[in-house]
DNA sequence: TCTGGGGTCCTAGGACCC
DNA sequence: TCTGGGGTCCTAGGACCC
């Protein structure tokens, strides 16, 4: 199941005055996050910026998203759901993959029913439409779920999986994307079902193990498990931050890094979680990536103890001259904060100490705002304007500087700027 | 489609070990 | 000191997804 524009739905459906209207959200960004039908009968397309949007619609209602909403009713979504079948894999704030096998029975109906009375039961209950693809693995259903939006029901049984194959080039299908899609078509396979159709021993000799399942799930074979445990924790975390225009100025690129780096930290604390290793990246005005993976001495959460290594890091990947546009940071081998222990060489007090400062730091933002103390790296942030010619002073807060900064600094303390 | 932000998993090859 | 054969772990980078 796959909800029907989703983020414009939720908007359309808590204000009724946004029916019938082309709905856009996604503010905040600058550019399209989810377009209603009205709008994409337009012409508006995910990824789209405003000034593409007004020229294609003039008319369009452009709101900022609303997670907290959109959250809401993904929950009230799968609760639904739920109520037909335990088996239920939260896929996606939208999306969700149901099994169904064994349930007509209790329900006294076919699949196809029986799928139809959830997409009634969604759509009556939360005012939104869903798409529902029924078939025999996830991947044929998702082909389903997709063959027929707004509000579309495909079921696709063993003996017609062909037809819906037919027409559908690779690089629709999901988990194939452009790069796989040109090796296929360099093997003679443009649609679907040349791929299903294609002998055993073919797919493994060209194919690796992620394409080899999607000939499985393809050819009506169900690889793909439903996954029932909702998603309890993280892998990896990150924050990237594009910039405009793309600067050279080395102390604005890594103030960039730095603040990235403290709200990585920020989420990571928050899901009681530490780091083993550190990526930074920046991305150059061509789009092209250069990163560089650090090796934690300790797993922590702490932008304090990662200053010295992200500096040192920065250093290595940065070049003078080069004008970069985004800057990114990924905290990777996460562990639970209370499973990390001390080495002997540790400065138990120092650690002991800093955690009561980030402690403080949470506590502040969560009773004065994000950002309420700030990194003293993370400040040039606010200078950009350099490009035009002159500088501005940090504008919009008044700041002062918290006092004893030297001394902060040789104790290994993060500096502090205190809102005024 | 000249391009935002946050994720996951797989693979090849090197380092190292017995 | 050189050699064969087999295995594990780690890392960089690729590919995809929403």
Redesign the pocket.
């Known amino acids: 199941m796959d909800a029907d524009a989703f983020f414009a739905s939720c908007e359309q459906a808590i204000h009724p005055e946004l029916r019938g209207k082309p709905v856009i959200t996604g503010k905040e ?3 399209v ?1 989810a377009a209603s039908y009205e709008a994409k009968a337009r012409g508006v ?5 405003y000034f593409d949007v007004k020229k294609v619609c003039p008319e369009a209602i452009i709101v900022p998203s609303d997670y907290e909403t959109y959250s809401l009713f993904s929950v009230r979504m799968f609760e639904i759901l739920r109520r037909f079948s335990p088996d239920l894999e939260e ?5 969700a993959f149901v099994d169904l096998t064994g349930l007509r029975r209790s329900f006294h109906c076919s699949y196809g029913e029986l799928a139809s009375q959830i997409q009634e039961t969604v759509e009556k209950e939360l005012g939104i439409t869903v798409s529902i693809g029924v078939s025999l693995s996830k991947v044929l259903a ?1 082909i389903g779920s997709k063959h027929d939006k707004p509000h579309g029901l495909t079921i696709i049984p063993g003996k017609e999986i062909h037809l819906y194959l037919d027409k559908l080039p690779v690089e629709k ?9 040109a ?1 296929l078509n360099k093997l003679g396979i443009r649609t679907a079902l040349e791929l299903a159709g294609k002998d055993e021993e073919f797919i493994q000799r060209h194919l ?3 394409f080899q399942e999607i000939w499985c799930e393809l050819n009506g074979m169900s690889v793909y498990p439903v996954v029932t445990e909702s ?1 309890s ?10 910039f ?1 225009p793309p600067s050279t100025d080395e102390s604005f690129v890594f103030a960039q890094l730095s603040k ?1 780096l403290e ?1 990585a930290c920020i ?1 990571a604390r928050r899901h009681n979680l530490a780091a083993k ?1 550190l990526i930074l990246f920046l991305r150059k005005k ?2 092209r990536d250069i ?3 650090l ?1 934690l001495n300790r797993p922590t959460a702490y932008p304090s103890e990662l200053f010295e290594a992200a500096r040192e890091g920065f250093r290595q990947i940065y070049q003078q001259g080069i004008p970069y ?2 800057t ?1 940071v ?1 905290l990777s ?1 996460l562990m639970p904060e209370s499973r990390v222990q001390f080495t002997l060489f540790d400065d138990t007090t120092k650690i002991e100490k800093m955690a009561k400062v980030y402690d403080s730091i949470d506590k502040l933002s969560s009773r004065f705002g994000k950002h309420t103390v700030q990194h003293a790296s993370s400040l040039p942030t606010k200078l950009q304007v350099q490009h035009e010619g002159k500088r501005q002073d940090i504008p919009e807060r008044k700041t002062a500087l918290f006092s004893g900064e030297n001394r902060r600094q040789r104790l290994g303390l993060p500096m502090l700027y205190i809102k005024v």
């Open positions: 960004r600058g550019i996050a397309k995910r990824g789209m910026g896929y996606s704030i939208d999306e998702k299908l999901w988990g194939i994307g452009p790069n796989t899609s090796f690796s193990k992620p998603k924790s993280y892998q990896s975390i990150s924050k990237t931050k594009t405009t990235n709200n989420k290793r061509d789009f990163g560089i993976e090796k546009r985004l990114g990924v081998g």
